[in-house]
T-cell receptor
Protein backbone atom coordinates (compact mmCIF):
# COMPACT_ATOMS: atom_id res chain seq x y z
CA UNK A 1 0.00 0.00 0.00
CA UNK A 2 0.94 3.64 -0.08
CA UNK A 3 0.59 6.65 2.23
CA UNK A 4 0.44 10.04 0.59
CA UNK A 5 0.73 13.14 2.81
CA UNK A 6 0.25 16.75 1.81
CA UNK A 7 -0.83 19.86 3.74
CA UNK A 8 -4.54 20.54 4.00
CA UNK A 9 -4.52 24.22 3.09
CA UNK A 10 -2.17 27.01 2.03
CA UNK A 11 -2.87 30.71 1.53
CA UNK A 12 -0.82 33.05 -0.62
CA UNK A 13 -1.10 36.47 -2.24
CA UNK A 14 -1.66 37.11 -5.93
CA UNK A 15 1.70 37.31 -7.71
CA UNK A 16 3.52 35.33 -5.02
CA UNK A 17 5.00 31.82 -5.10
CA UNK A 18 3.64 28.79 -3.26
CA UNK A 19 5.27 25.39 -2.78
CA UNK A 20 3.08 22.37 -2.03
CA UNK A 21 4.93 19.44 -0.52
CA UNK A 22 3.99 15.79 -0.87
CA UNK A 23 5.61 12.86 0.91
CA UNK A 24 4.87 9.24 0.17
CA UNK A 25 5.65 5.78 1.48
CA UNK A 26 5.32 3.11 -1.18
CA UNK A 27 5.58 -0.59 -1.74
CA UNK A 28 6.26 0.21 -5.40
CA UNK A 29 6.78 3.37 -7.42
CA UNK A 30 6.26 4.07 -11.08
CA UNK A 31 5.81 7.82 -11.12
CA UNK A 32 4.19 10.77 -9.37
CA UNK A 33 1.43 12.98 -10.74
CA UNK A 34 0.04 16.37 -9.78
CA UNK A 35 -3.55 17.32 -10.60
CA UNK A 36 -5.47 20.55 -10.15
CA UNK A 37 -9.11 20.39 -9.08
CA UNK A 38 -11.39 23.43 -8.93
CA UNK A 39 -14.40 23.20 -6.63
CA UNK A 40 -17.11 21.01 -8.08
CA UNK A 41 -15.04 20.02 -11.09
CA UNK A 42 -12.97 17.03 -12.16
CA UNK A 43 -9.20 16.94 -11.62
CA UNK A 44 -7.05 18.08 -14.54
CA UNK A 45 -3.53 16.80 -15.17
CA UNK A 46 -0.66 19.18 -14.36
CA UNK A 47 2.60 17.24 -14.26
CA UNK A 48 4.35 13.89 -14.09
CA UNK A 49 7.70 12.97 -12.55
CA UNK A 50 9.35 9.57 -12.75
CA UNK A 51 13.03 10.56 -12.49
CA UNK A 52 14.63 12.71 -9.82
CA UNK A 53 14.75 16.39 -10.57
CA UNK A 54 12.66 19.32 -11.66
CA UNK A 55 10.09 19.41 -14.45
CA UNK A 56 9.01 22.88 -15.52
CA UNK A 57 5.82 23.78 -17.37
CA UNK A 58 5.28 27.51 -17.57
CA UNK A 59 4.31 28.89 -14.16
CA UNK A 60 4.14 25.39 -12.66
CA UNK A 61 7.13 23.21 -11.74
CA UNK A 62 7.27 19.82 -10.05
CA UNK A 63 10.21 18.22 -8.27
CA UNK A 64 10.84 14.62 -7.27
CA UNK A 65 13.31 12.89 -4.96
CA UNK A 66 12.70 9.15 -5.05
CA UNK A 67 15.24 8.39 -2.32
CA UNK A 68 13.43 10.74 0.06
CA UNK A 69 9.90 9.84 -1.04
CA UNK A 70 9.28 13.53 -1.61
CA UNK A 71 7.83 15.79 -4.25
CA UNK A 72 6.73 19.40 -4.46
CA UNK A 73 4.62 21.46 -6.81
CA UNK A 74 5.75 25.05 -7.24
CA UNK A 75 3.25 27.64 -8.42
CA UNK A 76 4.80 30.95 -9.52
CA UNK A 77 3.21 34.33 -10.24
CA UNK A 78 0.02 33.24 -8.56
CA UNK A 79 -3.25 34.26 -10.16
CA UNK A 80 -6.71 34.25 -8.64
CA UNK A 81 -7.70 31.39 -10.95
CA UNK A 82 -5.03 29.22 -9.27
CA UNK A 83 -7.28 28.93 -6.21
CA UNK A 84 -8.02 25.21 -6.25
CA UNK A 85 -7.19 21.90 -4.63
CA UNK A 86 -3.91 20.32 -5.76
CA UNK A 87 -3.74 16.54 -5.65
CA UNK A 88 -0.57 14.48 -5.38
CA UNK A 89 -0.87 10.92 -6.74
CA UNK A 90 1.62 8.06 -6.87
CA UNK A 91 1.50 5.28 -9.44
CA UNK A 92 2.08 1.90 -7.89
CA UNK A 93 4.79 0.01 -9.74
CA UNK A 94 4.11 -3.46 -8.43
CA UNK A 95 3.08 -6.09 -10.96
CA UNK A 96 -0.51 -6.54 -9.85
CA UNK A 97 -1.05 -2.82 -9.35
CA UNK A 98 0.28 -1.53 -12.64
CA UNK A 99 -1.21 1.78 -13.70
CA UNK A 100 -3.15 2.37 -10.50
CA UNK A 101 -2.91 5.71 -8.72
CA UNK A 102 -3.04 6.39 -4.99
CA UNK A 103 -4.15 9.97 -4.27
CA UNK A 104 -3.40 12.26 -1.38
CA UNK A 105 -6.30 14.16 0.19
CA UNK A 106 -5.33 17.34 -1.66
CA UNK A 107 -4.03 20.76 -0.67
CA UNK A 108 -6.49 23.64 -0.92
CA UNK A 109 -4.65 26.74 -2.17
CA UNK A 110 -6.36 30.05 -1.51
CA UNK A 111 -5.05 33.02 -3.47
CA UNK A 112 -5.89 36.41 -1.99
CA UNK A 113 -5.79 39.81 -3.74
CA UNK B 1 -8.77 14.22 -29.79
CA UNK B 2 -10.04 12.13 -26.94
CA UNK B 3 -13.10 13.03 -24.91
CA UNK B 4 -14.79 11.39 -21.96
CA UNK B 5 -18.44 11.71 -21.04
CA UNK B 6 -20.30 10.90 -17.87
CA UNK B 7 -23.98 11.04 -17.09
CA UNK B 8 -25.95 12.05 -15.34
CA UNK B 9 -24.14 15.12 -14.00
CA UNK B 10 -26.11 15.11 -10.76
CA UNK B 11 -28.36 12.56 -9.13
CA UNK B 12 -30.46 12.45 -5.98
CA UNK B 13 -31.59 8.97 -4.99
CA UNK B 14 -33.34 7.47 -1.94
CA UNK B 15 -31.64 4.87 0.23
CA UNK B 16 -32.26 1.38 -1.10
CA UNK B 17 -32.79 2.44 -4.70
CA UNK B 18 -30.68 1.12 -7.60
CA UNK B 19 -27.94 3.07 -9.36
CA UNK B 20 -26.47 3.15 -12.83
CA UNK B 21 -23.78 5.64 -13.86
CA UNK B 22 -22.36 5.58 -17.34
CA UNK B 23 -19.02 6.62 -18.74
CA UNK B 24 -17.97 6.62 -22.40
CA UNK B 25 -14.69 7.54 -24.04
CA UNK B 26 -14.27 8.77 -27.61
CA UNK B 27 -11.21 9.06 -29.81
CA UNK B 28 -9.15 6.19 -28.45
CA UNK B 29 -9.10 2.39 -28.48
CA UNK B 30 -8.40 -0.17 -25.75
CA UNK B 31 -8.19 2.36 -22.93
CA UNK B 32 -7.76 1.47 -19.30
CA UNK B 33 -10.85 2.72 -17.50
CA UNK B 34 -11.26 3.66 -13.85
CA UNK B 35 -14.04 4.56 -11.42
CA UNK B 36 -13.19 6.79 -8.44
CA UNK B 37 -15.27 8.21 -5.63
CA UNK B 38 -14.49 11.46 -3.83
CA UNK B 39 -16.34 12.03 -0.57
CA UNK B 40 -16.67 15.61 0.69
CA UNK B 41 -13.26 16.87 1.84
CA UNK B 42 -11.59 13.55 1.08
CA UNK B 43 -9.15 12.28 -1.50
CA UNK B 44 -9.99 10.22 -4.54
CA UNK B 45 -10.63 6.56 -3.80
CA UNK B 46 -10.19 4.04 -6.62
CA UNK B 47 -13.22 1.77 -6.80
CA UNK B 48 -12.76 -0.27 -9.99
CA UNK B 49 -10.45 -0.45 -12.95
CA UNK B 50 -10.64 -2.29 -16.24
CA UNK B 51 -7.98 -3.17 -18.81
CA UNK B 52 -10.43 -4.58 -21.38
CA UNK B 53 -13.99 -5.66 -22.18
CA UNK B 54 -15.40 -7.78 -19.38
CA UNK B 55 -12.25 -7.38 -17.25
CA UNK B 56 -13.01 -5.67 -13.96
CA UNK B 57 -10.86 -5.39 -10.86
CA UNK B 58 -12.39 -4.23 -7.60
CA UNK B 59 -10.33 -2.25 -5.16
CA UNK B 60 -12.55 -2.05 -2.11
CA UNK B 61 -15.38 -4.23 -0.82
CA UNK B 62 -18.68 -2.43 -1.17
CA UNK B 63 -22.18 -2.68 -2.52
CA UNK B 64 -21.13 -1.27 -5.89
CA UNK B 65 -20.28 -3.18 -9.05
CA UNK B 66 -18.84 -2.25 -12.43
CA UNK B 67 -19.19 -3.59 -15.94
CA UNK B 68 -17.53 -2.95 -19.27
CA UNK B 69 -19.85 -4.17 -22.01
CA UNK B 70 -17.99 -2.35 -24.79
CA UNK B 71 -14.42 -1.20 -25.29
CA UNK B 72 -15.14 2.42 -24.49
CA UNK B 73 -18.05 2.08 -22.08
CA UNK B 74 -17.79 1.68 -18.34
CA UNK B 75 -20.80 1.39 -16.05
CA UNK B 76 -21.02 1.70 -12.27
CA UNK B 77 -24.02 0.08 -10.60
CA UNK B 78 -25.63 -0.69 -7.31
CA UNK B 79 -28.70 -2.74 -6.46
CA UNK B 80 -29.40 -0.87 -3.20
CA UNK B 81 -27.82 2.47 -2.36
CA UNK B 82 -26.58 3.34 1.13
CA UNK B 83 -26.25 6.81 2.66
CA UNK B 84 -22.48 6.31 2.59
CA UNK B 85 -22.56 6.00 -1.20
CA UNK B 86 -23.04 9.76 -1.53
CA UNK B 87 -20.11 11.47 -3.23
CA UNK B 88 -18.57 12.68 -6.43
CA UNK B 89 -18.03 9.80 -8.87
CA UNK B 90 -15.32 10.23 -11.44
CA UNK B 91 -14.51 8.08 -14.43
CA UNK B 92 -11.01 8.23 -15.89
CA UNK B 93 -9.12 6.74 -18.81
CA UNK B 94 -5.52 6.12 -19.74
CA UNK B 95 -3.83 4.52 -22.74
CA UNK B 96 -0.94 2.21 -21.99
CA UNK B 97 1.87 1.99 -22.81
CA UNK B 98 1.89 5.76 -22.98
CA UNK B 99 5.11 6.96 -21.35
CA UNK B 100 3.27 8.67 -18.59
CA UNK B 101 0.17 6.47 -18.45
CA UNK B 102 -1.59 9.66 -17.44
CA UNK B 103 -5.19 9.33 -16.31
CA UNK B 104 -7.69 11.85 -17.65
CA UNK B 105 -10.93 12.43 -15.84
CA UNK B 106 -14.50 12.87 -16.97
CA UNK B 107 -16.72 15.68 -15.64
CA UNK B 108 -18.07 13.52 -12.82
CA UNK B 109 -21.46 12.65 -11.35
CA UNK B 110 -22.47 14.14 -8.02
CA UNK B 111 -24.61 11.58 -6.19
CA UNK B 112 -26.66 12.40 -3.10
CA UNK B 113 -28.35 9.54 -1.30
CA UNK B 114 -31.16 10.63 1.04
Amino acid sequence: GQNIDQPTEMTATEGAIVQINCTYQTSGFNGLFWYQQHAGEAPTFLSYNVLDGLEEKGRFSSFLSRSKGYSYLLLKELQMKDSASYLCAVEDGTTDSWGKLQFGAGTQVVVTP
Amino acid sequence: SQTIHQWPATLVQPVGSPLSLECTVEGTSNPNLYWYRQAAGRGLQLLFYSVGIGQISSEVPQNLSASRPQDRQFILSSKKLLLSDSGFYLCAWSVPPDREDTQYFGPGTRLTVL
